[in-house]
């Protein structure tokens, strides 16, 4: 197969032209380069052609439609030939060197061969490219480039069958918004400023942004009496000037404090912030007696998928606070015998402590016990009654 070199010339303009217009239209001229084996003369011919590209401003390929046609002697017969070839191309245009545009192209086509010989026939080809486009004014240019073919024939086997067009042409461009001359600034005359300081602040007006601050107070280097802890209240009347970033503040600028569920002990100081309202609590803001909200299937000490969320919530706060302890407390329902809800509640209790060791829980803080059916918290005469007795409560004590 024959090699095909194309090192086309590239000349400079001196005007680039504008990217702003959408449409591109290009007569060319050239030379095809074909193999030697089509039965071409001298393997080449000049051609004719035009060239269409869109422009998209928003996406990188431009389409270009393509159409190149020309009249080559055929040696074998001394009949003329033409060919024909249309092709669609995606163009991706480089920065702009100066007047100088590079260009690539990738795409396909179909060749028709107007006679038809056993080495040449009409089919299907790839094709690839590239070129430069050199302004020669805001519409037009010069533009160059060399596009590489290979026809996709099952025909002739062992033949290339491949093709080199090398062509030059004018570009006109047009459509779109033509490109916007730069304002000219206008000329401002130089003002002169006097400047001073309105309130006695030591800050110049010019700079200070609390022009009418009081007299003799102390401020920032914008004018504006000082927040040193940033809590909205000036340090003039802060009387609690070195408080943490964030925090509520009253108007004296000290921390609010108060008891959100209502249990008589100050939020600051409670470590169970949601104690159920009306419940008898320590000093700590917790009850004596928790219900953790495990529950179990009848005759079943297995727990609940739904209940892992509750104990892993009171092995946090037993980890937290080490100096308390609970003693887990197991129930039943009434059905059954005694002897056997006793056991059977005395397992529940020892499932909820095994799991609370599991998730971290020191085993010296934890203690269980069972009393089957005693102490019912809702009617054992309805199933939803019964649901809620097999329960499991947590008495809490600090070590």
């Known amino acids: 197969m024959k090699k095909l070199i194309l090192i086309p010339a590239l000349l400079l303009g001196t005007l680039a032209m504008a990217n702003q217009y959408k449409y591109e239209v290009s007569p060319m001229i050239g030379y095809n380069i074909a193999e030697g084996n089509l039965g071409l003369k001298n393997d080449g011919y000049p051609l004719l052609g035009a060239e269409f590209q869109i422009n998209y401003q928003d996406f990188f390929l431009s389409p270009e439609f393509s159409i190149f046609t020309s009249i080559p002697d055929t040696s074998a017969s001394g009949q003329d030939t033409s060919i024909t070839r249309l092709a669609l191309n995606g163009v991706y245009t480089f920065d702009a060197i100066s007047s100088f545009v590079p260009f690539a192209k990738l795409g396909a086509g179909i060749e028709n061969v107007s006679r038809e010989t056993a080495s040449n026939q009409d089919g299907f080809f790839l094709d690839a490219g590239a070129g430069a486009k050199v302004a020669l004014s805001e519409n037009w240019a010069l533009k160059l480039e060399a596009i590489y073919m290979a026809k996709l024939a099952s025909h002739n086997a062992g033949n290339a069958d491949s093709n080199l067009m090398t062509l030059v042409g004018l570009t006109y461009a047009f459509g779109g918004e033509k490109p916007k001359a730069a304002p000219v600034a206008a000329v401002v005359a130089p003002v002169v400023v006097v400047d001073g300081d309105d309130d006695n602040d030591g800050v110049l007006n010019s700079v200070d942004q609390c022009i009418y601050t009081p007299a003799g107070s102390k401020v920032d280097s914008h004018g504006c009496r000082m927040d040193d802890d940033k809590d909205g209240v000036l340090n003039a009347i802060d009387e609690c000037p070195n408080t943490p970033m964030g925090v509520s503040v009253d108007a004296k600028g000290c921390k609010i404090d108060g008891d959100d569920d209502k249990d008589g002990v100050l939020n600051s100081h409670d470590i169970c912030p949601n104690t159920a309202a009306g419940e008898a609590v320590n000093s700590d803001g917790c009850p004596r007696t928790v219900q953790l909200h495990v529950n179990f299937d009848n005759d079943s000490y297995d727990i609940q998928d739904n209940s892992i969320a509750n104990i892993n919530a009171y092995a946090e706060f037993l980890m937290t606070y080490t100096n308390y302890s609970a003693n887990i407390v197991g129930y039943t329902d009434s059905r059954g015998s005694s002897s056997y809800n006793q056991n059977l509640s005395e397992k529940r209790a020892h499932a909820v402590k095994n799991m609370l060791e599991a998730k971290g829980v ?33 008495e809490l004590s600090r070590n």
């Open 362 to 394: 020191n085993a010296s803080q934890l203690s269980s016990q069972g009393l089957g059916e005693a102490n019912p918290i809702a009617d054992n005469s309805t199933a939803e009654g019964r649901a809620a007795n097999r329960r499991i409560e947590a």
